[in-house]
Structure formats: C-alpha cells, structure tokens
Nanobody, 120 residues
Framework: QVQLVESGGGLVQPGGSLRLSCAASGSIFSLHNMGWYRQPPGKERERVAIITSDGKLIYADSVKDRFTISRDNAKNTVYLQMNSLKPEDTAVYYC??????????????WGQGTQVTVSS
C-alpha cells in the first residue's frame, strides 16, 4: 500500500506565501511523475504543476510566475512553494503521484487534500 500525506495549507492574506508538502510512504519501489492539483469551491479539479522524474517542470498559466514545484527524492516528498497568492488561488490542493510499489507495476495515487484560503 502507498499513502500520500499533505501538509502546509492554511489561511493567508493576498500577496502572502505558503509552502505545501506531500510525503509518499508505504511500499515504494520508485516514484515517477509527481504533481499538484486544486479544486476551487464549486469548480472542477485542475492541474497546477507537474515535476517529472527527470526534473521537467510544467505549470498552469495562472501560476507559472508565482508557484514553484520541487521534489526531494531521498524523502519521497514533493513541494509546492506558492508566492504572491491571490484570492482566486483559494482551493483544496491535492497531491498526485505515479508510484511503482514494485518493478513493472505503476499506479496513480492521490492525497487527501489540504485547504488553502487566500483572504484579507
């Protein structure tokens, strides 16, 4: 079994910053693509950022110049540094990862989500 556990969400004022963390644990042979998605209230889930196993970065246009995704492979952890936050960034943020619990088998996993609220 594999678990993704997120932390770092909370309430922040417009223009502020937060850093989200997501740690993978359990039966992990290897980690592949990891990313962050978000779901604003009343809207569909959308992709925020992806980091591949070889370090390629993909960002949504709405966050490209403000958010930074990174990973620490030794800790099986992916991060999302969020700067210059706007009220429209308010959402539940979900961690996502492609994980091989053993060689030749790869599955996609989701975290439980963490609330980010940007408000004055």
């Amino acid at each position: 079994q594999v678990q993704l556990v997120e932390s770092g969400g909370g309430l922040v004022q417009p223009g502020g910053s937060l850093r989200l963390s997501c740690a993978a644990s359990g039966s992990i042979f290897s980690l592949h693509n990891m990313g962050w998605y978000r779901q604003p209230p009343g809207k569909e889930r959308e992709r925020v950022a992806i980091i591949t196993s070889d370090g390629k970065l993909i960002y949504a246009d709405s966050v490209k110049d403000r958010f930074t995704i990174s990973r620490d492979n030794a800790k099986n952890t992916v991060y999302l540094q969020m700067n210059s936050l706007k009220p429209e960034d308010t959402a539940v943020y979900y961690c996502n990862a492609d994980v091989s619990p053993r060689r030749d088998y790869t599955y996609n996993y989701w975290g439980q989500g963490t609330q980010v609220t940007v408000s004055s």
